[in-house]
């Protein structure tokens, strides 16, 4: 979620694996932006966009729950692959909600993406912060994320991102530590138990996951790479109680095995970003593929109430 610092100021970074080029190509080409601009659900009908300084960008959301919202938006700044400023919300004759500054670079083949959105006060950006987490508003620089990878690799990912105010060392033993993994990523409502588990590079775990009522699954992991402060990769798959392989409980066409990349960044001292990639372990059919596309909707809540146990837990361990 978007940093909120003692100003009025939110700010939020990434880093795309595609050049700049093409990362620009997604934000300047209105045929791009709408395949990625929203929430999760969320699809755009341009209007009008004129992306230079002085232009406008008219343009309505359509939300999964059938509603419309109209947005507005004025260029201030307009720099080729460097550099946007413009106001955002209002009308033509009304005052902006926020202004947003957008930072483009490129290093090593990959586009780093510096963003502030600036509030006429500090309470008011501490309402939007809220805001934007509870309505899935993070999920859009998510969706670009997937967008490229399809563009440049031509592979389908899941991508889902949140910042922790944790250094990174703390953010690398929630996840490499057994004792600390087992308390917030089962989904919410769930609790996870260990059967076994060798958390180490070439290791192996199996797990069940209840939520204390008629349900318990059971998966394992097989840890493919660990990398002290920043990367973890593992294989995931549904098991039965004995530890063999088995299909998701609940969606018979759901991929047979995963794989996650977790990549932790400092974004600060006191501040870690977490970025989580699922994507194609060994050969999916092509509905196991559709199913993955139609499910990213599902795997952002399922995350996002993992990750808020991790907020959570963080907390009370300081």
Not at 40 to 66: Q, V
Not at 186 to 193: E, L, Q, R, S, W
């Amino acid at each position: 979620m978007p940093t909120q610092t003692k100003s009025a100021d939110l700010k939020l970074y990434r880093e795309y694996n595609a050049p700049l080029e093409v990362v620009w190509d997604a934000w300047s080409k209105p045929e791009q932006i709408a395949e990625w601009w929203g929430p999760r659900g969320f699809t755009i009908t341009t209007h009008s966009r004129d992306l230079k300084t002085g232009g406008t960008w008219k343009y309505t959301m359509h939300g999964p729950d059938k509603v419309d919202y109209e947005n507005f938006t004025k260029y201030l700044e307009v720099e080729p692959r460097k550099k946007l400023v413009y106001d955002h919300g209002g009308t033509e004759t009304s005052n902006a909600l926020f202004r947003v500054t957008v930072l483009f670079s490129e290093e090593n083949g990959k586009t780093k993406f510096d963003m502030t959105m600036t509030f006429p006060s500090a309470e008011a950006a501490a309402t939007s912060a809220k805001f934007i987490k509870k309505a899935g508003g993070d999920a859009t620089w998510d969706r670009l994320a997937e967008f490229l990878e399809k563009k440049v690799h031509g592979k389908e990912i899941f991508e889902i991102n949140r910042s922790f105010e944790t250094p990174i060392d703390i953010m690398f033993k929630m996840w490499t530590e057994p004792e600390h993994v087992a308390k917030w990523s089962a989904p919410a409502g769930f609790t996870m138990k260990y059967k076994h588990v060798d958390l180490k590079e070439g290791g192996k775990s199996f797990y069940s996951m209840s939520n204390g009522k008629e349900m318990t699954m059971y998966g394992r992991c097989q840890y493919i790479e660990i990398h002290k402060p920043d990367r973890i990769v593992f294989t995931q798959q549904f098991c039965d109680e004995n530890e063999n392989v088995a299909r998701h409980p609940m969606a018979a066409s759901w991929p047979e095995s995963m794989r996650t990349t977790v990549k932790l960044t400092a974004e600060a001292q006191n501040r870690t970003r977490v970025t989580i990639t699922w994507e194609e372990d060994g050969k999916w059919s092509p509905e196991e593929l559709e199913t993955f596309i139609n499910a990213r909707a599902g795997m952002t809540g399922g995350w996002t109430g993992s990750l808020d146990k991790l907020e959570e837990y963080l907390e009370q361990v300081g």
